[in-house]
Every structure is written in C-alpha cells, then in structure tokens.
C-alpha cells in the first residue's frame, strides 16, 4: 500500500513536471554537416520536496550513453545534453545515473524526413512526444534496518528457545497436574520395562527383538 | 509425516526465494568490501592555485579521464571518465572558473565548472579532415569579458566563447591541405601556421575578431624537414632537417618569413646521434636531444643560435612557467648516480639556479616521464616551487623542498590481468603482537556493541561501533585464515609493473616494476599481457613460496619480441627473466605440474611452433607421457576459422631444440565469410569445480550435464551487423550460436537468432552457457541460456541396471566418443547494455551460482542463475514451485539491493574476476577498471557459518538468563517439595 501511494505520488509529481515544462526540443538537423543529424535531449530528476527545478548534487554524475558505450555525454546544469552526427537508423540511449533506474530509449532519426527523430521508452513501450528522459524509479541500494522491537528478539532463535523454556517451566506442571495419576503410573511402569534407551532400542529391527 | 515435512520444505524454500537478493545494510559498507579510486596515467596537467583557498591540480589521463586533484594530499575532488573514443587533446582552465577539455580528435569540447566539476556547456565543433588538434586559450591574467578560446581541430579553426560555448567564428582549411601545427594569437591577429608537405612553411594571418583571412605568406625550404616543429617564442620556429643534421629557425616578423640554418654540429662536439627536438615550450629556448645528452640552445632576437649547456643524463624537461612579468621559468630532471636532481632555472638567467633539490624516489616506479611545475609565494616573499611527475610506472608523485608531498599509484587504472596466490601459514610464534586492551576499554566496547545490536545508539555511537568493527576485525593480517577470505590479489598493469594487494584492505602488499618490462633500446614499448600461477607449493612444503609467470611484449605488435618473468608472490622478488626468442601468441598452461609443483605451460608462436616451459627434462618427461592427451584450439576472427590443434613432434630446425615443438590441425571449421563473422568465443574456466554431474527433475527425472572441459562457445554476427547498435537494420542482422567440442570439432549445437546483433558478452559453466546480446526487432538487449545435457546417459536410472552392473557410469570418458547432446534454452529481456559478464566460483561447487554482470552503469548486479533457467515456465506447477522454479516473466528482473557494488561505481569497469574462498558459501569478487573493487558474496547466503551481525551479546545474554532461570525453578521446586512433604 506504501509503495502503491509512492508511486502514485511519483506519477503526479511527474504530471505536475511536464505540465510547467516549457516545450523543449527534441530534435534539430545540424546545420552545415554533411554527416548525420543531432539528438537533443534533456534528463529530468524530480527531486522530491522542492517544487523548484533544483536538480540534485548527483546530476554531475549522471552520465548518458548512445548506443551501448559508442558515445558518452554529460549533463548541463539544466539537464540537457546532445550527441552531434548521429547518423540516421534506430539508436539506443541509456542513462547511467546512481541511485535511480532509467529505461533505456529507443530513438529513430528519420533519412527519409531528416532530422525528424522519434523516442520510446524500451522497457514500457512508452512513446515520448517530448525527449525528457525521467527515472521509473529510484533505486535502494541498502536493505533497511528495522528498528529494535521486541518482537525481533523473540522471533530469533534465542527467542525461541526462551520461549520454549518458559512453555516448559510454566505449562508442563500444568499438564502433568491434569493426567490421569494411573496413567501416569503406567507410563512410569512402562518406561522402567524398557530400560535406559539406547541407540539400539531405536531402531525398528532392535525394538522388536526386545 | 510426509505431508508435515513437504510443507516445511515449502516454507523453507518459500522463504530462500524471498531472499533471492543478497543485499547489505549500510552500516555494513567497508566491513567486506573495499573501492579504490584512480586516474591513470596523466597526459596533461594544469595548476590552479591563483585564488585562495582549495588548491587543485587538474589534469587529463591516457584512460580518458578528466580529474581535480587536491594538491595538499592527492586526492580526487570530482573527476569524469570519457567515452572510450573520447581521447582527450588538450586542457586548460578559462576565465578562472571553467576547466576546458579538448577531445575526440579536435572535435568535442567541453567546460567543466572548476569547483564541483559539473559539465558547464558543450559544443560539437564540425570539421571534414582528420588534423592535429590544438587547443590554445589565451592566458589573460585579468578575466576578459569576451574571452576567446582558439581551436584546431578537423582541419578547421575556431573561435569559441568561453562563457557559453558557442562558437563565434570557423575558419576552414581543409581545403589548403595545410598541417597546422601553431596557433599563436596577438590581440588583433591570429597567426596559423604549418607546413604544407615537409618543406613548405605556410603563415596565414587571421582576423580575430571575424575569422577573415587577412593574407598568407609561405617560404619554401631548399630541403626536407623532418619531425615537429616547435615554437621557440611568439614568431620564431625550429625544426630540424630531414637528415636531423641541421636545425633550421624559422622567423615570421612582420609577415616577412625569413628562415636560418645551422649544422648541429657547430653547435656539439660529438653530434653522432640522432637529434630530437624536445616538446617543452621554453620562451627563446629550446632543448635538443642527441643520444643520452641533452643541449639547451638559445635562440637570439636575431634568429641566431647559441648553446647554454649541455645537461647530461636527463629525464625530463617541464614547460616554461611564468612567475612575473618577464620572469620564464622551468624545471628539469636529471640522474646523477643512484640521486636524482631537480633543477628550476630562469628562462634567462641560465647560470643561477633557482632551485636544486636531490629527490629519493623508489626505483620500482621507473623514470620519470613528464614533469610539471606550479610556483607559491613563501612567506620571506620568494619563489617555492612544486613539481608533478609522472613515473615509468604511471604513478603520480607531487614533490615539494625535496621531498615527497603525496603520490598515486595511478598504474592501477591500467589492470591487464589478475591472478591470486594464498598468503603464507600463520606460524607459531610469530602472531601479530596482541596489544593489551585494558578491561574498561574492552568492557566499553561491549556495551557499545550491544547498544548497536538494540539499535539505541546514537550517530556518534554508531560511527565509534564501525570504527570497532573495522578495527577488530582480522581480516588484513598477513597470514592464511580458516575460511580463506584473506588471499593476494596479484595484479598486472599495462605498464608492465606487478603489484600484490591484500584482499583484506586493499593495501599493496608489494610492488614490482618487472625489469625486463622496463623501457630500453631494444623494449621500445613494453606491454604486460598476461600473468600466470606458475609454482603453487604443495600441502607439505607450505614453507616454500609460490610464484608467478608474467609474459609482457615489447610492442603492440604479435610479432614483436617477448619477455617472460618469474616472480615471489610473497615478496615481488624476480627471480628470474627471460628474453625469448620466439614470439608469444598464446600461453596454454597445462593441467600438470611437476615434482616441485611447477605448472607446465606451451607458448605458442606466430610461426606455430609450441614451445614448452619449464625447460627442464623432467618437463619433457610429463609432456611425452601426456603427448596424445593435449589438445587446443586458435580463432582466426578475420578468416573466420576456427581450427583444432594436437602436437606432432620436434621442431625440425639447425640447432636441436627438444622444447620446442610443431603441431598438426586435427580439424577446421570455417564459417561461410558472406553471411558470418565470428564476434565472440567464451570458453569454460580450467580450474572450475562441478560438484555433481546429474540433475535431479521435478518429476523425480534425472539428467545428466554434459560436462566438458573442452567446450566452446562461439557467437557469429552478420557480417553487416558486426558494428555497433545503430548500424544495421533487423533485416540484415542475425546471430549464429555455435557450441564446439574443441577435441573433436564435433558442432554440438547451433542456433539463429534472427534480427539480433552484438556485441556478445557470454559465461560458460559447468553445462551452461549465458550469453548478452541486442535484439533489433524489440530494440532491447536479451540474455539467452543454453543448458547442455548428455542423453546418452539419460537411460542409467534405471536401478536394476545398477544393481546387475549394466550401467554406462564406469566407462572412461573420452572426447572421442559421440554422446548424444540435448540443448535446452530460454531468452528474456534485459535492460541495461553489459560490459562484462562472470560467473561466481565456488570451492566445490555446492552453492548455487549468480551471475556478475558489469551494466553500463559502472556498476556490478547479481543475478541469480535461477532466473536463466530454461525450465521457467508461465504457471510453474506446485511440484516446480517446490523445487525452486521462478514463474516466467520477459525480463529479467533488476534487484537494487542485489547490486554487490551498492552505491559505488568501479569507473571504467573492463573485467571481473571470481575467486572461491574455502568457504564453501563464499566467493570473492574483484572487478576492476579506472577503480577497483573487491567483495565477498555468499550467492545462497552464509549458510555453514554465522553472519557479520551475529550477536554474541544476545547469546550470552540468554544463556546466562537460562541459567539464572534454572537456578530460580530449582529452588521454587526444591520449596514445593518440602511444602509436599510437610503436607
């Protein structure tokens, strides 16, 4: 239920982003290169609690990547970034950005229509109309102590054995108080019969020949 | 009964598969694993002290890396590694606040903010030829409001402002075929100037505020001229003659180019050697480098030449650094007997020095290749100065009033190959000296431990608990421990120097720069290859070193000559070198050792000829006893073939050499060169261990793995789709499984997947093989499995054949013989491109196996071998489910928490190594690049031994309450009684 309101508020929150966006550009032929196109882009991190466009201290580590390591870019300031003679085909953009979880895209520069260039987000099949790459979701790269509470402590094996022994200590008087005295005599009488169990008297073979 | 125990088996497994992340809590980042952060080897430094406050070296490296260092300690304040084809030209700082790179050939530049490293702006700059590119920011010490940054790059001129990056003006010369080699700008006019062919100096005047081409004048030299031409001072030239016996100075004053030619040997007695001009921009001089001496020669107002000094047996030499107005100064190095001497001079007081310093540097970091020089005020109001050196080695060492500030072992960016070797057995005697803990510290750190464990400590507590932890723990000794977690990683560079790192810390334990991988005459450019265990001592003689086999080569080239070392692993000690006279194609140790453990390995050389090693006759002995038992294979990538090799007999040669041996192709397997080009090849891991060869069903089945140390894997791609993503359509594109048995050439299985592309990254193991690749049609990556299982043996379950005696088990098994193949396998989706891929190893085998994927990202992800398993299926049944069988999804699920290098990134990450601990449930994991990282992971949790955060406290607590408990019961019973009695 948590994580269904967290991530409901992410999905809001990314409304809200793109709404007060100004329209960016997705796209542009570069002017005067014989050679392939240019893909611009930009790479939003909502940074939670602050409605201003104050990227995280992290954004100078983000690192965005064509084509599997082909190119590497970085990031402005204000989250865009471009790569330059791109020739025409499908290409594949990845974010590298620690601490959140980027679907690659998957951007098609048109030949035909040049510089008309299409993305997608690859792991949803999502189109963009825009080129504003957003994180699915943030990643947590530590399990999460849970606080101290009794609980735990009784959970863990010492816990447990503790319990037993309680159980034991308390409930067994209890029990043996409501047996019957005469059956109790006969499960005296009958474990006197079988003497000291050993290891023999264990095995089903042994106990018959008793 | 049954029923009770099926369902507590189902709870178990329940909860195992719950748990199928291994992750970590915070508190527990540096109890196991360590980062270390490195460079590599520095092209270009730039000092930024001017202002007060943080004072920072930045500089660019051969592993494209732009980095801030602090000067005070060395460490990194920000740094960016670049695209592997983003080579870095050029850098400098601009307008005070901005770091400028120069890469990709001339053709990226970027600003990057000075404090925090954050990119500032970026320009792609166009340009249609392949130059020199030169970037050349005008050193303005007042920051100009238009400040212009010149570059020379793809055989056009810039002119870009330093503010936003946009580029002002281009000025093309690609048409005028000229090498532009100086750029040098006044404040109206920009001089370009070059040679065109190698006797044509060409100077055009550019306009620099609208990049107008003001004129151009050339002056044709009567000959040939050979090597750079340096820049001596704002208009003047040298370069030296083809036949490097003349120096010619080149005058451009006042558009008139006038040039002067002088022998070198007016200028040197002894001018025998070949002359170089060194790169160092020295204002009105210049070096010029014959045999092992260097002259310094000046270079008068007139264009005439005149030698300072000749300076012997020098190192390196620093550019000029401009302390005032008109005050030039530089350093130098020099050898002087086992001392090395730094000098700084003025530019133009030759005779009086401004320093000299003897420096004690470690001989193991080599020569020192590149020197840079910063100055500081001191507090008398004279010139300190600083020096930035880069060693042999690729270490950086920053050295200031003769000593050693800090240094870097920066050659770890470099690694090439890794290997392990155990540390020695702890003697009795010789432990660690205990140091005496008083009781109150002892008692306090309990207390602390045990407020941790209630989690009611507060942050200062909790850092002095970790403190504890790391402390305490025995995991850096030096000696071999029980569950063998403690090991040295040893660690080849490319530069050809060893080093041992503990797998505790981190530490180096020992450094060795191989001499016979040092730079000489006849080892031009040596590069280390690869490293080898060479002597493991046997259990009953743990008193003897191991050691190592390094082979290096003197040059890029196949062909070029090779150096084989033999090291101590305990100590870094060369025992013994040698210089071979065949090339090195291929080492291929052997699985034999001899009497004194030495492992047999066969080089293999261009010529193909098999050379064995050690060369001894005992060697020969085990080789001649095992002839017809080795077998190996080559991939020929560019004829696609791949070929099955056996040896034959004795070279056949003048002089008899009984170590050397030719071999005879046993089969080929050519791969129709229209339609497939060979990609990758993965092989299994000699030294793996499977610990059962049969596979037990859901429906009580078995199978048998197909278990073959013989066995490759190979991955073809068309030959149109062999580039990167992004070059070929789904139509053109298909990828071409092969698995092959090496013996035989046996094709045991094939298979197309149509619309997909490479690069293929893949593991092999035990009857498995994962493979990475990029699907076309869905423009997604996938990982594919291929399960191999033997079918001849399938029939053996059969009880009564193994009570009569009738199996197939005890039959040998041998390459030669046919087994029937049954290849399972299964895709799904993955999302991240993959830059290697391992396999966790562990002592026998027993625990289950995760794979280490390398992701793009830098950052290394388990994944559990159960999510490639081709058995998954959409609605697993309850029998299935029990055994541990994921329901099938398209994509494989991306775990944060199973990140094993949680926050960090291993920058740069080329490779993963694994290595079993004894510990049956815990494997080692190294991964290395710029950085490296090293951790322990346990793929099915510790399961034969405590965990970290096991609480002792917790124990003894309850114990002692249990106790207490009993001692109460005792006598409340022993009081029932007596009342009973009374009664």
């Known amino acids: ?210 | 009964m049954a029923m009770a125990i099926r369902v507590f088996l189902s709870f178990l497994l329940f909860l195992s598969l719950t748990n199928l992340a291994s992750s970590l809590y915070e508190d527990q980042v540096g109890l196991m694993d360590w980062h270390q952060q490195y460079i590599g080897k520095v092209k270009h430094a730039v000092f930024h002290t001017q202002k007060t406050g943080r004072k920072r070296v930045l500089v660019s490296t051969e592993e494209n890396v732009v980095a801030s260092l602090d000067l005070r300690h060395g460490e990194i304040f920000w740094r960016h590694v670049l695209g592997t084809n983003d080579v870095v030209d050029g850098i400098d700082i601009a307008l005070g606040k901005y770091v400028i790179t120069l890469s990709s050939d001339g053709s990226i530049l970027r600003a990057w903010n000075l404090p925090d490293g954050q990119m500032v702006w970026e320009s792609s700059l166009q340009g249609s030829k392949e130059s020199k590119s030169i970037l050349n920011i005008p050193k303005n010490l007042k920051a100009d409001k238009d400040d212009l940054i010149l570059v020379f790059g793809k055989g056009c001129l810039h002119a870009i402002s330093g503010i936003d990056g946009e580029v002002l003006w281009r000025k093309d010369f690609a048409s005028e075929s000229i090498e532009v080699s100086h750029i040098i700008q006044s404040p109206e006019v920009i001089y370009v100037a070059g040679f065109v062919g190698s006797s044509k100096f060409y100077v055009y005047e550019v306009n620099a505020k609208s990049g107008e081409l003001l004129k151009n004048n050339h002056v044709a030299l009567p000959f040939a001229t050979s090597g750079e031409s340096l820049s001596v001072s704002g208009d003047k030239f040298v370069v030296l003659d083809d036949v490097r016996s003349k120096i010619v100075t080149i005058d451009i004053n006042n558009g008139n180019i006038n040039y002067n030619q002088k022998q070198v040997s007016d200028l040197i007695k002894d001018s025998s050697g070949q002359a170089v001009i060194l790169p160092s921009k020295l204002p009105g001089l210049f070096a010029l480098k014959i045999n092992s001496q260097v002259l310094l020669i000046k270079v008068t107002n007139e264009g005439e030449l005149v030698a300072l000094d000749q300076i012997d047996n020098t190192a390196a030499f620093s550019n000029a650094l401009s302390i005032s107005e008109d005050q030039h100064v530089f350093a130098f190095v020099q050898y002087e007997d086992n001392k090395i001497q730094l000098s700084v001079k003025d530019v133009n007081d030759w005779n009086g020095a401004l320093l000299k310093e003897n420096l004690v540097i470690d001989h193991q970091r080599g020569n020192i290749e590149k020197i840079f020089i910063n100055n500081y005020v001191r507090t008398d109001r004279s010139h300190g100065f600083r020096a930035l050196m880069v060693m042999e080695d690729h270490s950086l060492l920053l050295v200031q009033q003769g000593e050693i500030v800090w240094s870097r072992e920066d050659g770890l960016a470099s690694v090439v190959d890794v290997t392990t070797s155990e540390l020695p057995v702890e003697k009795e005697g010789v432990s660690v000296a205990k140091v005496e803990q008083n009781l109150f510290e002892w008692l306090k750190g309990h207390v602390l431990k045990l407020k941790g464990t209630l989690m009611i400590a507060s942050a200062e507590e909790k850092i002095a608990i970790q403190k504890l932890r790391l402390r305490s723990s025995e995991k850096s000794k030096m000696t071999r421990d029980h569950n063998g977690f403690r090991k040295l990683l040893i660690v080849l560079t490319r530069a050809g120097k060893v080093f041992a790192l503990h797998t505790g810390d981190g530490r180096i334990v020992w450094s060795t720069t191989l001499h016979a991988l040092r730079k000489s005459e006849d080892c031009e450019h040596p590069v280390g290859l690869n490293i080898y265990q060479w002597q493991v001592p046997h259990h009953h003689a743990l008193d003897e070193n191991p050691s190592l086999l390094v082979i290096g080569r003197c040059g890029p080239s196949v062909t070029a000559p090779t150096v084989i070392s033999f090291l101590d692993a305990y100590t870094g000690k060369e025992l013994n070198s040698l210089s071979l006279a065949h090339t090195v194609a291929r080492v291929i140790p052997l699985p034999y050792t001899d009497s004194t453990e030495q492992r047999l390995h066969l080089i293999i050389d261009v010529n193909k000829h098999a050379y064995l090693y050690p060369r001894t006759p005992e060697a020969i002995e085990i080789l001649k006893r095992e002839f017809s038992n080795i077998y190996w294979y080559s991939v020929e990538t560019d004829n696609g073939v791949i070929r099955g090799h056996a040896l034959k007999s004795n070279c056949i040669h003048e002089i008899v050499d009984e170590y050397c041996f030719v071999f005879r192709d046993l089969w080929s397997i050519v791969f129709p060169s229209e339609s497939e080009k060979i990609i990758a090849t993965v092989t299994r891991k000699s030294n793996e261990v499977v610990h059962t060869q049969a596979k037990v069903m859901t429906d009580h089945d078995v199978m048998y793995k197909y278990i073959s140390k013989n066995i490759l894997f190979v991955a073809n791609a068309a030959p149109k789709a062999s580039g990167e993503i992004g070059t070929a359509t789904p139509e053109e594109a298909t990828l071409v499984i092969y698995i092959i048995d090496t013996v035989t050439g046996r094709i045991l299985h094939r298979m197309t997947h149509h619309g997909c592309q490479g690069p293929v990254h893949a593991v092999f193991s035990e009857n498995w093989v994962v493979y990475h690749y990029f699907n076309l049609r869905a423009h997604r990556h996938e990982m594919s499995v291929i399960e191999v299982y033997d079918q001849s043996r399938a029939d053996n379950k059969d009880i009564w054949k193994f009570v009569l005696g009738k199996h197939n088990l005890t039959s040998p098994i041998s390459s030669y013989y046919r087994p029937e193949i049954s290849a399972k396998s299964q895709s799904y989706f993955f999302t991240h491109s993959v830059k290697a891929i391992e396999v966790t190893s562990t002592a026998k085998g027993i625990t289950s196996k995760q794979l280490l994927i390398g992701t793009i990202g830098d950052q290394v992800l388990a994944l559990d071998k159960r999510f490639l398993d081709p058995r998954r299926t959409l609605n697993p049944s309850q029998a299935e489910k029990e055994e541990g069988i994921i329901p099938l999804t398209d994509s494989l699920p991306i775990i944060s928490q199973s990140y094993i290098t949680h926050s960090l990134k291993v920058e740069g990450l080329r490779g993963i190594v694994t290595v079993p601990a004894k510990l049956e449930s815990t494997s080692l994991v190294f991964a290395y690049g710029v950085d490296l990282f090293f951790t322990q992971i346990a793929p099915s949790r510790t399961y034969d031994s405590l965990t970290e955060d096991f609480s002792y406290a917790l124990l003894l607590l309850t114990i002692v309450a249990l106790v207490a408990a009993l001692f109460v019961t005792y006598v409340l019973s022993e009081r029932k009684d007596l009342e009973e009695k009374w009664r």
């Not at chain 1, 893909?39 to 909502?46: A, H, N």
């Not at chain 1, 035909?112 to 987000?121: E, S, V, Y």
């Open chain 1, 1 to 210: 239920m948590a994580s269904f309101t967290k991530s409901l508020f992410l999905f809001l929150f990314i409304q809200f982003c793109f709404s007060i966006l100004p329209s960016s550009f997705a796209q542009s032929p570069t002017p005067g290169s014989s050679d392939g196109y240019t893909i611009y882009g930009r790479v939003k991190i909502p940074s939670f609690g602050t409605k201003e466009f104050s990227l995280p201290a992290k954004v100078s580590n983000v690192k965005v990547i064509l084509n599997g390591g082909q190119r590497v870019s970085f990031l402005r300031p204000d989250g865009y970034f471009s790569f330059h003679n791109v020739p025409a085909g499908t290409h594949l953009i990845e974010v590298a950005a620690k601490g959140y979880f980027f679907s690659p895209v998957r951007v098609d520069v048109s030949a035909r229509n040049p510089g008309k260039i299409q993305a997608a987000l690859t792991e949803n099949r999502r189109g963009l109309s825009e080129f504003v790459l957003e994180p699915l979701k943030e990643e947590q790269y530590y399990e999460i102590r849970e606080p101290f509470s009794i609980m735990s402590i009784v959970k863990s094996p010492m816990g447990l054995m503790m319990g037993f022994m309680l159980i034991v200590v308390f409930l067994m008087p209890k029990l043996m108080e409501n047996m019957d005295p005469e059956e109790m005599k006969r499960a005296q009488e009958e474990m006197r019969n079988q003497g000291v169990p050993s290891l023999a008297s264990l095995l089903p073979g042994a106990a018959r020949s008793n």
